[in-house]
Each structure stands twice: as C-alpha cells, then as structure tokens.
C-alpha cells in the first residue's frame, strides 16, 4: 500500500508520553467495509471510503468527534489536491 506521512505529534505532551504518526493511502474498492490489521497487535480497522468533499463536508459540519481525524481532514483540506495531482500522474 502507498502510504504518504501526514503529521507525527504527541496528543498530550506532559501528561503522557503517546505518539501519533498519521499517515494517508489509497483505499482499494476490494478492501471497503472489511476489517483489517495486523492480529498480533489487536488491530480492528475497519475500511470506510468517503469522497474527498464527503470527508471535508464531515470537517465543515463539526461532526468530527476525535482530534486524529480533526487533523488528517485538515491535512486533506490544505494537501488534497496536490495528493490527487500525485496519485493521477503515477
């Protein structure tokens, strides 16, 4: 899977010491509405596929409820055009 870094933070600096990498990809067809991810790890992904304006009209309605999401989206406003640009041309 092709995966373009999108922001590395930390959520909570000073109360603990998590670290978020967030990542953007392209979703097969094939792959939505299964879930995926890696056993060992208890992973339990399961795969939605929204268009770009479903995804930005989402962010634009405040119906956005966690702060990981909030920042890929806001990625996604700023970055996707420039991401389809890349993707078509590969």
């Known amino acids: 899977a092709e995966l373009k870094p999108i922001a590395s933070y930390f959520p909570s600096a000073g109360a603990c010491s998590e670290h978020v ?7 097969l067809e ?3 509405g299964e879930v995926h ?8 992904i399961l795969v939605h596929r929204l268009s770009r304006a479903e995804a930005l009209e989402l962010l634009a309605a ?3 409820p ?11 406003a700023l970055h996707g055009e420039r991401l389809r640009r890349d993707w ?3």
């Open 21 to 27: 990498r967030l990542y953007c990809g392209r979703v």
């Open 30 to 32: 094939a792959g939505v």
């Open 37 to 44: 991810g890696v056993d060992g790890e208890g992973e339990d």
């Open 62 to 64: 405040d119906r956005v």
């Open 66 to 76: 966690n702060g990981h999401t909030l920042v890929a989206l806001q990625w996604l």
């Open 88 to 90: 078509l041309d590969a």
